[in-house]
């Protein structure tokens, strides 16, 4: 790619990732070096592009208006480029995705895994994180949420239906305490409970005749990782509603009882997420078609 077309794609970076440092990442160089691109092809042009601040960086007038002229020519260079250099067909680089920890873990099998025996010469960065982020601002290709949480100014790819939950405990447990026959019995019982992005234990939720309820159930353990739960449950430390996904080898060898199964809310789906563009990347286009292939098997 020649000088100053390489410096229209670092200038699209950052009016898409709205920083330099997060530009600098996508790019993969330094901050420094995208700065001064950014810096030398305003001395050319004669004009501002960007207004900069210690906390912010946002487009001139004049930096909107050139964006937009060159945003589509950029793309179909790059896309001229990688269909004639063959990228398109084997995409390489890295994948930067934001993701919650037990989205990760469900989904590692079925797609990451063999996204990266489909494609060896890709390296996905796989960031967990509980809390919503904003990935074009941090740097990010695409995010990986439940679909319900997804910004309304992404484009969302389902990844999954609605996922069942079990509440289960040990056998032990259950041979000390009576198993619960309704979700009230639970607030006799000790309770594994997980924590929300925002730092406090989460409810759990069940329906009955039609209507969703949320029970703020009691335990001694507040917890942030499905592996901490799983093992909480293991060592009879009480009961748990965790994805039924994440136990079914447990449920079958009967190491774990479920129960209260007619009450339980399954979860919402999964979902990647992306900024909209004209111009998707060949690795990110490459992920979103392996996701329509398992789906299309499932």
């Not at 990935?135 to 990844?159: L, T």
């Not at 060898?253 to 199964?261: H, R």
Request: glycine content about 8%; some cysteine.
């Amino acid at each position: 790619m020649s000088r100053d077309v390489t410096d229209l794609n670092v200038v699209l970076a950052v009016a898409r990732r709205r920083g330099f440092r997060a530009a600098a990442l996508e790019l993969s160089m330094s901050t420094s070096a995208v700065s001064n691109t950014v810096a030398g092809l305003e001395s050319r042009l004669g004009i501002r592009l960007f207004h900069r601040t210690t906390r912010s960086v946002s487009l001139t007038d004049a930096g909107k208006q050139f964006v937009e002229r060159i945003g589509p020519a950029v793309a179909e260079i790059q896309q001229a480029m990688e269909e004639a250099s063959g990228r398109s067909l084997s995409p390489s680089g890295t994948l930067r995705i934001n993701c919650a920890l037990g989205a990760a873990l469900m989904i590692f099998t079925p797609i990451l895994h063999r996204y990266l025996q489909r494609y060896p010469e890709m390296t996905l960065d796989i960031v967990t994180d509980g809390r919503m982020v904003d990935v074009i601002g941090e740097g990010f290709d695409a995010g990986i949420r439940s679909s319900h949480s997804v910004p309304q100014d992404m484009i969302r790819v389902p990844i999954s239906g609605e996922i069942p939950l079990a509440v289960v405990a040990s056998a032990a447990y259950f041979d000390r305490h009576p198993p619960p026959q309704r979700p009230e019995d639970l607030m006799h019982h000790q309770c594994i409970r997980g924590r929300l992005p925002g730092g406090l234990p989460s409810g759990w939720q069940f329906h009955r005749q039609g209507e969703i309820f949320t029970l703020h159930v009691p335990g001694p353990l507040i917890l942030d990782s499905p592996q901490l739960m799983l093992s909480a449950v293991r060592h009879d430390s009480g009961i748990a509603q965790i994805p039924r996904w994440y136990i079914e080898n447990e449920l079958r060898n009967g190491e774990l009882v479920s129960v209260l199964s007619p009450w339980l809310q399954p979860m919402p789906g999964l979902s990647l997420y992306y900024a909209g563009r004209h111009h998707i990347p060949v690795a990110l286009r490459a992920l979103i078609d392996l996701i329509h292939e398992v789906n299309a098997m499932d």
